[in-house]
């Protein structure tokens, strides 16, 4: 429908035409043509943000630096010093992306 609206026609009839074009073999095909190639391209990130969230939580503090992509900066009465992001709250995060890709694959989804 957003698609419909932005390719110049009418926002009242957007809904129903949609509907219509939907039902088009081509159309629809072309669509989950699409979504496939972006879920492919998602499943790569998901492996990259996991692979992030294990290298915070494994990080040890000595290896903090400013030159560390796992880093932020923190300011403090000294300045800007590096700090990694709370470790909890990546394993948390881990914990629940890989609860979330692990129910995935009990249904054959990626």
């Known amino acids: 429908m957003e ?6 026609y009418k926002k009242s009839s957007a809904k129903a035409n949609a509907t219509r074009l939907m039902e088009n073999d081509g159309i629809a095909a072309r669509i ?5 190639q972006q879920s492919a391209r998602s499943e790569f990130s998901r492996d990259q943000f ?8 494994t ?8 030159q560390s992509p796992l880093c932020e900066v923190a300011m403090t009465k000294k300045g800007p ?8 709250g990546a394993a948390r995060s881990f914990f ?10 009990k249904f054959g989804m990626r």
């Open 96 to 105: 629940r992306a890989t609860r979330a890709m692990t129910r995935f694959a």
């Open 59 to 66: 990080a040890k503090p000595e290896q903090a630096s400013m």
């Open 3 to 8: 698609a419909y609206k932005l390719a110049g």
């Open 50 to 57: 996991r692979q992030f969230l294990i290298n915070i939580i």
């Open 32 to 36: 989950a043509e699409l979504r496939a």
């Open 81 to 88: 010093a590096p700090v990694f992001p709370d470790k909890l």
